[in-house]
Structures are given as structure tokens and as C-alpha cells.
Nanobody, 121 residues
Framework: VQLQACGGGLVQAGGSLRLSCAAS????????MGWFRQAPGKEREFVAR????????NYADSVNGRFTMSRDNAKNTVYLQMNSLKPEDTAVYYC???????????????WGQGTLVTVSS
């Protein structure tokens, strides 16, 4: 199983980035998909999750209204559109798959390698 995240980079505050996470060896339509992030010196934290069909999403308060998660089950890929980025959004972003509709990190069975997002002020 591989979850390949990409799309990170360096962006100025107020800018946008779109992260993608392509899955192989796993059919994402059977999983809740989530995005998490880990800033330097901090614990990994929940960012967003999306239900199996994409009908429902849930976001951390810190990103609600700025980030949008979506999924394309036909392409076996999920996305995270990040707008109005802030320096505090700087982190390595990870996609993950879970059999449970939960934002708890420990409930996620599979993890990608992460992609670095750096937001300059």
C-alpha cells in the first residue's frame, strides 16, 4: 500500500496550494481519507477528513473556511485545496486512510510519506 502525497512547496502568506494524494494497493472508496500535518517540534494534528463518497467533510477549527478536501474515487486520489495560507500552516502534510469515520490519528491504518508546505510571511 502506498499513499503518495505531492503538491507542497513554498508560498507567501495569503497564497494557495493544492495537495494531492494518490493511492496504490488500496481502494480509497472503502476508506475514510484524512489529511494531517506536523509542524517542527509539534505533534501531528488532524486537518481534514472526508467520507467514503465525499458527501461529508470535517475540518480542524484552524483551517475551517480556508481549506477544502475532496476526493476522486475513480482516480483513487484525494485533494486538499489550501487558500489564504498563513505562516502557522507551515508543516509536513500527510494523507492517511482509515476504516473508521474518525479524526483520531490512531484510527488511521495507512499513511503517506508527507509533503512539506512552507508559508512565508
Amino acid at each position: 500500500v502506498q499513499l503518495q502525497a505531492c503538491g507542497g512547496g513554498l508560498v507567501q502568506a495569503g497564497g494557495s496550494l493544492r495537495l494531492s494524494c494518490a493511492a496504490s494497493g488500496l481502494t480509497i472508496s472503502r476508506y475514510i481519507m484524512g489529511w494531517f500535518r506536523q509542524a517542527p517540534g509539534k505533534e501531528r494534528e488532524f486537518v481534514a477528513r472526508i467520507t467514503w463518497s465525499g458527501g461529508s467533510t470535517n475540518y480542524a477549527d484552524s483551517v475551517n473556511g480556508r481549506f477544502t478536501m475532496s476526493r476522486d474515487n475513480a482516480k483513487n486520489t484525494v485533494y486538499l485545496q489550501m487558500n489564504s495560507l498563513k505562516p502557522e500552516d507551515t508543516a509536513v502534510y500527510y494523507c492517511a486512510a482509515s476504516l473508521w469515520n474518525d479524526s483520531e490519528l490512531l484510527k488511521y491504518n495507512y499513511w503517506g510519506q508527507g509533503t512539506l508546505v512552507t508559508v512565508s510571511s
